[in-house]
């Protein structure tokens, strides 16, 4: 088994368990929520680079793939149920980016979480929940370091993509696997690395745009932090 492949098990293991927590809850709505809230929030954050045609596609693969509103809860399940031939399919590269994909959909779905289960303890509704109350509950939560290690997993997801999507033989595999994904219920899956694919290359660069992500994100965070009289991140 190589590592790229124990490090899809390994994290497939953590998403299952974090799914399960997840039905035994019942907060789906509260969830839900959150990842709208997510959305337009970023979407004011990162107007300037949506309007920037070399960024478009990054902005809205992030936006609507890495930390939008999609479930990705079923692609997750699906996607046990068909690892062993996408170990076999999908070369190692890409294999090593779905690992990382999974990894940064579970720590997202714990933290949505955590975040509406601390919103539904401290008597919210959802019809009276506003961005400033979502913001004062990050904000004195005590997962600070989650927060910043969700940043840094985009960052990595990026990387991973942005190491590939130069290899011809990438552009050939994925077209390849289009049919079997489709017949193992993959295509969602087969849609969001074909998406992710074309965006890093579209930018022909993907680092200015990475590390402006991560700077914004921080100061989005060190705000937050800061108005609860938290720890600020260094």
């Known amino acids: 088994m190589s590592e790229s492949s124990e490090l899809l098990e390994q994290q497939l293991e953590v998403f299952e368990r974090i799914h399960k927590a997840r039905t035994d809850a019942g907060n789906d709505a509260l969830i839900h929520f959150i990842r709208e809230f997510r959305v337009t929030?970023?979407?004011q954050t990162?107007?300037?680079?949506?309007?920037?045609?070399?960024?478009?596609?990054?902005v809205d693969f992030l936006l609507q793939d890495l930390l939008g509103a999609k479930?990705?809860?079923?692609?997750?399940l699906a996607l046990r149920r068909?690892?062993?031939?996408?170990?076999?399919?999908?070369?190692?590269?890409?294999?090593?980016?779905?690992?990382?994909?999974?990894?940064?959909a579970a720590l997202t779905l714990e933290l949505d979480m955590r975040l509406a289960a601390d919103l539904k303890s401290a008597g919210a509704e959802q019809a009276t929940i506003t961005r400033q109350l979502v913001e004062a509950e990050m904000g004195v939560?005590?997962?600070?370091?989650?927060?910043?290690?969700?940043?840094?997993?985009?960052?990595?997801?990026?990387?991973?993509?942005?190491?590939?999507?130069?290899k011809p033989f990438v552009a050939t595999a994925l077209k390849m696997c289009r049919k079997p994904a489709k017949l193992m219920?993959?295509?969602?899956?087969?849609d969001y690395l074909e998406?992710?694919?074309?965006?890093?290359?579209?930018?022909?660069?993907?680092?200015?745009?990475?590390?402006c992500f991560r700077q914004r994100e921080h100061e989005f965070l060190q705000r937050i932090f800061k108005q609860s009289n938290a720890k600020v991140l260094k």
């Open 185 to 190: 219920g993959l295509a969602e899956l087969q």
């Open 46 to 58: 990162y107007a300037d680079l949506h309007d920037n045609h070399r960024y478009r596609q990054a």
């Open 82 to 104: 068909a690892k062993s031939t996408m170990v076999r399919v999908l070369p190692d590269a890409l294999l090593a980016t779905v690992a990382k994909a999974v990894q940064l």
């Open 141 to 166: 939560s005590e997962l600070q370091a989650q927060y910043l290690q969700q940043t840094e997993l985009v960052c990595i997801v990026g990387v991973e993509i942005e190491s590939v999507v130069h």
């Open 41 to 43: 929030r970023m979407q």
């Open 71 to 76: 479930d990705l809860s079923r692609q997750g």
């Open 195 to 211: 998406r992710g694919f074309h965006a890093f290359r579209s930018m022909g660069g993907a680092r200015e745009f990475l590390d």
